[in-house]
């Protein structure tokens, strides 16, 4: 009679937000003892990234900390399958996250394949797609901009990194 909701360990701060929202309109004050204070630093909304990245252990690490600030991902292990990846899943993604260098197909021309199919499909919809490499040379951001990438993060990157994706393509 006292719960509407049950919420399962390990909890994931989503879950606990979804089911307080569930409650009560965003950014209410929560009724009770506490007075908890929802935050609106993320939204609900689950976005889905597409991560093209060779080295396994960053996969690991840049699907992790995505987690962390509350985006799905899918992984592709190099240029020629993440567009393969796109294609399969009809551009579902919100945002793409590119390394430059990887074998069989580079970030540069994954990237201008997929402003290609946006551009032949008549997408209105310009997916975001931040470059992730460790070349922090000068020119290195120019022609990652020229190629069709939306923005340039150099590696290793910090939970800082994710955050400011997260609020920038998604607040």
Same mark, same amino acid.
């Given at each position: 009679? &006292?719960?509407? #909701?049950?919420?399962?360990?390990?909890?994931?701060? #989503?879950?606990?937000?979804?089911?307080?929202?569930?409650?009560?309109q965003?950014?209410?004050?929560?009724?009770?003892?506490?007075?908890?204070?929802?935050s609106?630093?993320?939204?609900?909304?689950?976005?889905? *990234?597409?991560?093209?990245?060779?080295?396994?252990?960053?996969?690991?690490?840049? *699907?992790?900390?995505?987690?962390?600030?509350?985006?799905?991902?899918?992984? *592709?292990?190099?240029?020629?399958?993440?567009?393969?990846?796109f294609?399969?899943d009809?551009y579902? &993604?919100?945002?793409?996250?590119?390394?430059?260098?990887?074998?069989?197909m580079?970030?540069?021309?994954?990237?201008? *394949?997929?402003?290609?199919?946006?551009?032949? #499909?008549?997408n209105?919809?310009?997916?975001?797609i931040?470059?992730?490499?460790?070349?922090?040379?000068?020119?290195?951001?120019?022609?990652?901009?020229?190629?069709?990438?939306?923005? &340039?993060?150099? #590696?290793p990157?910090?939970?800082?990194?994710?955050?400011?994706?997260?609020?920038? &393509?998604?607040?």
């Amino acid at each position: 009679q &006292y719960f509407s #909701k049950t919420i399962f360990i390990p909890l994931r701060l #989503k879950q606990l937000v979804e089911c307080l929202v569930c409650h009560e309109q965003e950014n209410q004050t929560i009724q009770g003892s506490v007075g908890l204070k929802i935050s609106d630093d993320f939204s609900l909304v689950t976005p889905k *990234a597409l991560v093209f990245e060779d080295n396994i252990m960053n996969q690991k690490v840049v *699907a992790k900390q995505l987690e962390r600030v509350g985006i799905t991902t899918r992984i *592709a292990e190099n240029g020629k399958k993440g567009v393969e990846i796109f294609c399969q899943d009809n551009y579902d &993604y919100d945002i793409i996250l590119m390394d430059c260098h990887m074998p069989v197909m580079d970030g540069y021309e994954a990237t201008q *394949a997929i402003r290609e199919i946006e551009r032949a #499909k008549g997408n209105q919809q310009h997916i975001p797609i931040i470059a992730l490499t460790a070349d922090a040379l000068a020119g290195t951001k120019d022609h990652c901009l020229s190629v069709g990438m939306d923005d &340039y993060f150099t #590696k290793p990157l910090k939970h800082a990194d994710f955050v400011k994706i997260r609020k920038r &393509y998604f607040s």
